[in-house]
């Protein structure tokens, strides 16, 4: 089986700082060691995925490395009890597709405590929709409701709306009953995100305040925040009083021009969302929620289906912020 061939996405360093993405033929003994082997069948494109595949050291430290941070399929070789050939497993997040080769190549071969079961009631495909942005929107949406902001105590605003993470949101929020009020930089996809649930579209110059003032009119009563910088700061200062935001992206900045106004008067709690390292204790739970009960209708208005071939150029549009959605790699096709 060492001999096996596959096809992978392998970006390398051909001189400092010039990094090239292209198709490469490699061989299941050019992966890690790992206690499982997966054929993988269906992959996600993701924000850190695009910085991986632009070579942003801050997500890959060493190249030529295959991205994909999620990664759905079907366990070809295990060496734990825990799983055996033919089952249907999800790997997503832990160290995949940052330093470990990920879901952009038809095999991956990691430590069993990074494979989880398929939850019951999911397709493999089915999972991928979700991915790493559907799992984080899923928390978002868990700890405003644990915080609690409940339906009856005001608008949501999700920002960065139009992304994997913020369309999922729109779509869970509205699901569970919130009015959301989506930010988007993108107005004229403002059909897209009212077929999604958001009540209002509110244009990304009007989600920044420019004013320099300390504190805001209070209009939200959470918030999920999946582009940090200014926007971040500008929805904490309008969020109303014992209000939750939570924060799970920096797309825009990492950085929070912030004073503790909005906290100390207001009694704001700000929320860190966290991904790659969510035990999984409290990863299964979430996803199996994700396969009944927070069970999305209308998947499909959020998916575009790829092969191998058209990834770069997902990856461009990821990039250059015209990504809408979720967009999933199909392995087979």
Not at 117 to 136: D, N, Q
Not at 320 to 330: E, F, M, S, T, Y
């Amino acid at each position: 089986m060492s001999s096996l061939k596959f096809t992978a996405m392998v970006v390398s360093e051909t001189k400092p700082d010039t990094f090239k993405r292209e198709l490469r033929e490699k061989t299941i003994d050019e992966l890690p060691e790992g206690e499982v082997l997966v054929r993988v069948k269906y992959s996600s494109l993701n924000y850190k995925d695009a910085l991986s595949a632009s070579g942003n050291r801050g997500v890959t430290r060493k190249y030529p490395h295959t991205p994909g941070i999620d990664a759905a399929g079907v366990v070809e070789h295990s060496e734990h009890e825990d799983f055996a050939a033919g089952d249907e497993v999800i790997v997503s997040c832990y160290d995949l597709g940052m330093n470990t080769p990920g879901g952009f190549g038809r095999y991956i071969r990691v430590p069993a405590k990074w494979v989880m079961p398929l939850p019951a009631g999911m397709t493999l495909r089915e999972s991928m929709i979700y991915g790493t942005a559907g799992f984080t929107a899923a928390q978002c949406v868990y700890r405003l409701s644990q915080h609690p902001v409940t339906p009856d105590q005001g608008k949501i605003l999700v920002t960065g709306a139009t992304g994997g993470v913020g369309s999922m949101a729109v779509a869970m929020l509205a699901k569970a009953g919130y009015r959301v009020v989506a930010a988007t930089g993108k107005v004229e996809e403002e059909s897209f995100l009212r077929e999604l649930g958001a009540e209002e579209i509110l244009p990304r110059a009007k989600a920044i305040d420019t004013s320099d003032r300390m504190i805001l009119k209070g209009k939200w009563a959470g918030v999920v925040d999946t582009v940090g910088g200014p926007i971040l700061a500008t929805a904490i200062k309008s969020t109303r009083y014992g209000g939750a935001v939570t924060c799970c992206g920096n797309a825009a900045s990492p950085d929070l021009p912030l004073n503790v106004y909005p906290f100390i008067l207001r009694g704001i709690s700000l929320i860190g969302i966290d991904s790659a390292s969510c035990a999984m204790e409290v990863r299964i739970p979430i996803w199996q929620k994700l396969a009944d009960q927070w069970r999305l209708p209308d998947l499909e208005k959020l998916v575009t289906e790829i092969s191998l071939p058209e990834l770069d150029q997902y990856i461009e549009n990821i990039l250059l912020g015209k990504h809408r959605g979720r967009v999933i790699l199909n392995l087979d096709a």
